[in-house]
């Protein structure tokens, strides 16, 4: 076995670049349409916009989007990438990888060495292919050079009660050592079972089968299984960091977003497993008020309104200070599926200060439905100026969210029909309109009588990035 001095250090993020739509709908708007109550969407589920694509994005287009950007902004060769994988649920096709597409990028430079190809379940899909590319770096088939994890999805619903629970977007990590933010070691739980929550069974439709209801419990129930197993693994590879964990020793903590307010839920949920963990002499001083759920079990409580209640009070506080900031983008675009809890970091680095994350612990948890999930944190670097650039590199997220357009829930229903009628079509020519496209994005030209689908760039505007 090697020994763990000659792995590299410090393995995590270099960069990060983050792709949402050019348009989105209202959600109050999308209330109104819908004939669901005001206030359902917006603070029933804790939403304000939802991004969409019309038919001229795809899976292939947002990976061939946001890997460019990556590259461009961060000026990195594209001979310095030996692996590349991507985690999406949005499949349009089923045996050729959307790695494969992203390797056109690749063809002028001459290097098609790169490892790595697609991974899916559900959201989780990002998760794992960041794990795959650190794993790289961390392994004797590491070649010195960087790895790309790069997730998209666009997440559509059938009209009714999920639709509101869509969104779209991507993401691209470039991995490697001595990295601002550090996935730490030893530190990853993880939780995987059989269940039908949402699922695509119906391979011609973009449309999951979705039992929003067992959804919800399976994610909680995921979350405490992975909380429970950190926290054992923590003592296990912390001795030094003496006291138990809970979530004190987190200073973020982030989640996959199928909707802020699931998110919000979660953080009482995590509350609730650290009253459940506390011994009953040290309970009453620490959580007052709270003895009557002393005989509570985790089973028996994903839908008790009074608990939920009781510890959402309970740790409002947690809430604002450590995860409120990472829904920035889960609030205003919507479900991303596999970028959305990367979608959650990005949040957190363009809403916090960089000096109130220099060295600072943030948690994570990604869940992908029929059930993958895992519980990491990651640590960010000691080095102020490193991670102020670092963090700098994403000023340009605010401007980009606030240029999105403005689409009216009737134009949004019929963009919706589009797609839903020509998924999978060919020969196929896209109808949606190019000039609402951010510069720099790619779209799909046409699919031809053998799926063969072509894709072209809006202009960039400066150095080749917007
Ligand atoms: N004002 C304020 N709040 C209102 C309201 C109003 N006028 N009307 C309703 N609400 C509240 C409800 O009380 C409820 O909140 P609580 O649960 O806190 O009580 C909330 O709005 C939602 O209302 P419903 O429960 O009645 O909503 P629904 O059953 O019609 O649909 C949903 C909600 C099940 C989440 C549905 O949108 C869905 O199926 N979404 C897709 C599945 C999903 O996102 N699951 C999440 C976990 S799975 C996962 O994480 C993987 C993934 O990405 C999909």
């Known amino acids: 076995m090697a020994s763990t001095t000659n792995w590299p250090e410090k393995v995590g993020i270099l960069a990060i670049e983050v792709l949402f739509p050019s348009q989105y709908v209202d959600q109050t708007e999308l209330e109104q349409f819908d004939g669901a109550s005001a206030g359902k969407y917006t603070i029933g589920l804790g939403q304000a916009k939802m991004g969409f694509c019309s038919d001229r994005e795809d899976v292939n287009s947002l990976c061939l989007t946001v890997v460019s950007r990556l590259l461009e902004r961060h000026h990195i060769k594209h001979t310095e990438i030996g692996r590349l994988e991507v985690g999406t649920e949005t499949i349009v096709d089923k045996s050729k990888s959307v790695k494969s597409v992203l390797m056109q990028l690749f063809a002028d430079s001459g290097n098609t060495d790169i490892e790595g190809i697609d991974t899916t379940n559900a959201c989780y899909g990002g998760t794992a292919a960041l794990f795959n590319a650190v794993n790289w770096l961390e392994s004797s088939s590491w070649d010195g050079r960087y790895a790309l994890a790069v997730c998209a999805d666009i997440a559509v619903y059938a009209k009714g009660a999920a639709r509101p629970t869509g969104g779209a977007g991507a993401i691209a990590m470039l991995v490697g050592p001595n990295a601002p933010l550090v996935l730490e070691r030893g530190l990853r739980a993880t939780h995987m079972e059989h269940a039908y929550d949402f699922y695509k069974p119906d391979l011609s439709s973009e449309y999951p089968t979705v039992d929003g209801k067992l959804s919800i419990q399976c994610y909680l129930s995921a979350l405490d299984t992975c909380y429970r197993l950190y926290r054992k693994k923590f003592e296990k590879v912390q001795p030094k960091e003496s006291s138990a964990v809970s979530l004190d020793k987190f200073d973020a903590i982030i989640f996959h977003t199928p909707f802020c307010k699931l998110v919000q839920k979660s953080v009482g949920r995590l509350s609730f497993n650290d009253f459940l963990l506390t011994s009953e002499e040290k309970r009453a001083a620490k959580y ?15 839908f008790d309104r ?27 675009v919507g479900n991303m599926y596999t970028p959305s809890v990367y979608s959650g970091l990005v949040s957190l680095l363009i809403s916090e200060p960089p000096e109130s994350l220099v060295d600072k612990r943030i948690a994570v948890f990604s869940y992908g439905s029929g059930l993958a999930a895992s519980m990491y944190s990651i640590r960010v ?84 990035v917007h």
């Open 288 to 302: 007052p008020d709270l003895e009557r759920f002393n005989n509570s079990t985790l089973e028996g409580t994903y």
């Open 306 to 332: 009074d608990l939920e209640k009781a510890f959402l009070t309970q740790s409002a506080e947690i809430f604002a200070s450590k995860t409120k900031k990472s829904l920035l983008l889960a609030n205003q």
């Open 381 to 464: 670097t000691s080095d102020a100026e490193k991670f102020k650039k670092f963090a700098s590199q994403l000023d340009y997220v605010l401007p980009l969210l606030s240029s999105r357009e403005k689409v009216s829930p009737e134009q949004f229903s019929q963009l919706m029909e589009v797609r839903e009628k020509n998924n999978h079509a060919a020969p196929y020519t896209p109808t949606g309109k190019v000039g609402i496209l951010f510069p720099g994005t790619y779209y799909l030209k046409d699919v031809d009588a053998l799926h063969r689908r072509t894709y072209e760039r809006t202009p960039t505007i400066t150095n080749g």
